[in-house]
Each structure stands twice: as C-alpha cells, then as structure tokens.
C-alpha cells in the first residue's frame, strides 16, 4: 500500500500547478471514511487518488458446533481514472486499488463439530479460519462529481466494485484428533475458497462533500 500513498502524494504535488483541484472527503464502505484528492484533466476527463479506512467490526456467535470471536478490518488506498462521456457530473470509472482487508475468526470447537467429512467431539480445540482480500486488485464503478465547475463546495458520490476473492486460511490442533486427518481440513478449507471465490468481487460505495480550489 506504501506505492499507492506516495503516487497520492505526488498526484497532489502535479495538481498544484494547474488550475482546478478537488479535495473531498466522504463516508461508505468498505472503508468507513474517505479522503482524496482529484483533478480534472480536461472536460472529459479526471484523476484521483484516494485513501479509505477506518473499518473494524467484532461479532461472536457459534456456527456448526464452533464457538468463534471475529474482526473484520479493512482500508484502502486507489489511484483512478474518471471519464465524463456526458456534459455534467456523471463519469465512469476505472482503477487499481492497494487493499488490507482481512476477517479473522477464532473458533473453538465443541460437542458436534462438522470437519470435511467428519463429525465429532471437538470440545476445547481450535479451529482458526483468517480471511484475506487480494492486496491488489482493479476497479470499475461510475459516479458523480469531480467535474470541471465553479470553485468552491460540492458534492460526490461512487459505487462500483473491486474485482478479487477472498481466499482462506486455517489454523487448527484438530489433525489427529477423533480420526480427524488433514485431508478432512483441507476439504473443509476447499469448501471455503470455493464458496469465497464464487463471489469474485467487493462491493464499493462512497458519498461526501468536495472543495474546489
């Protein structure tokens, strides 16, 4: 993600010596707040860079005999490209984004435990499952704002999609234990990636207030 902040940088240092520059700042997700920079290069077209954080989440409960705590945590940085195919606002969008966007869930086991194709007592073990988005990934949404206008305060918004899966890993003591093989984790890890992998993207969405100067 380090690349990705310094190219902000160096997107804001190149703006100062043009005309119109945006800075804005925003609420959505998967990051919960936003702060960017943009440019209009021409009445068609813009650039931006933008970093997104701030999102953690915790939630317990227990699921196919497992007891689990989980945190979701996720921010961004992306660097974007906006056309506008219209006169106005509305644009389309596409970029690259730097993620660290992972679940970890801590699970302990108990009296009725599916594992591959095994069920079992695995009271007081442990089952632990660390979900990671891809650390780099391609956008494509469309929007609004960020156009060439008069100076002062406005308004944007965006949606679109990171395109990657999450992937999973686990971490368990359960190998051995009441005839519970590695080949049973591992197709319990499987049925995961393959359930994950079936999504193959991350929604965006994002809606604030711009300044021109």
Known sequence: MKKYLISLA???GFGTSLHAQDIYGGIG?????????????????????????????????????????????SSRAGLFADWFPFS?????????????????????GGPNTTIGNVTTDTTG??????????STTAYLGLGYGHHVSTKGLGFYADVGVTL???????????????GITQADVDAQKKKMNDSLGGLG?????????????
């Open 10 to 12: 160096l997107l804001a």
């Open 29 to 73: 997700l998967p990051g919960l707040y936003t702060l960017g920079y943009a440019h209009p290069v021409s009445k068609s077209w813009g650039v931006r860079g933008e970093y997104a954080g701030g999102l953690s989440a915790s939630a317990s409960g227990t699921d196919n005999g497992v007891r689990y705590d989980a945190t979701f945590k």
């Open 88 to 108: 106005g606002g509305f644009r389309l969008v596409g970029g690259v984004t730097a993620n660290d966007t992972k679940l970890a869930v801590n699970g302990v």
């Open 125 to 134: 073990k442990k089952f632990n499952v660390n979900l990671k988005y891809p």
């Open 164 to 178: 990657g899966s999450f992937t999973a890993d686990i971490d368990t003591d359960l190998v051995g234990y009441n």
């Open 201 to 213: 993207y991350l929604p965006s969405v994002s809606v604030g207030m711009v300044y021109r100067f």
